[in-house]
């Protein structure tokens, strides 16, 4: 079996001291791996916000130890954490973190930037995903000028384009495909999201057979 992605074990993370203190993890231990989709559940205030700042290296543990893609989180220093960030980390934040004032295709365009991605090649990707999140037809507007939903893709795209080059090479389907499957769960099932009611093209019997947009 391939190694795990990440290994956890007895993680633990506390806030305060004395009779304050609040253990927000304790000794929590698991491993994911290549591929695998987890969904972290649990009441308000259980924790969950703690665990993910500890994976994506924005936060340490008090104890334990954290592995993620082979490297150990708690003895990287903070050149080593933002490697590893910009490699192998990519969050969609519940505020959606968008830059107001660029487009849906610069917003997404962004991880690209950073990466220094050709101009004519980061444009081709960001097209490519925006159309996977169905939101083609959206492209030159402000997250202001999108609803809800909308916004929530763009930063899904931004999150997908974020996606080593490295495992697109080797694998050839990479995130897209794992952001297939979720953007599958979210649209009802359907292999492509559905446009949405605003003015973009409805999909018509004959698309089903048309290839879903890939990254290369
Ligand atoms: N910076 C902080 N200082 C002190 N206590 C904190 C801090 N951050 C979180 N906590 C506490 O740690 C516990 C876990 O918080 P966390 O944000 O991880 O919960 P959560 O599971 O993400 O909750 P929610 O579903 O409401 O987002 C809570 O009791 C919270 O009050
Ligand atoms: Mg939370």
Known sequence: MA????????????????????????EVSFDVGPGEMVAVAGRSGSGKTTLLNLLG??????????????????????????????????YVFQTFGLIPALTASENVGVPLRMRRMPV?????????????VGLRDHAQQLPGEL??????RVAIARALADRPARRRDRRGRDGAAAGHRGLRADHGGRGHPRPDDDGARRPRPHDRRRPGPRLR
């Open 57 to 90: 290296g924005l936060d340490q543990p008090d104890s334990g130890t954290l592995q993620v893609v082979g490297a150990d989180l708690t003895a990287l220093d903070d050149a080593g954490l933002s490697r590893l960030r910009r490699e192998h980390i990519s």
């Open 3 to 26: 190694d795990p992605v990440i290994v956890a074990r007895s993680l633990s993370r506390t806030y305060g001291s004395g009779p304050t203190t609040i253990h927000a993890l304790r």
């Open 147 to 152: 609803s809800g939903g909308q916004q929530q």
């Open 120 to 132: 004519a090649e980061r444009e081709q990707r960001v097209e490519l995903l925006l159309d996977l």
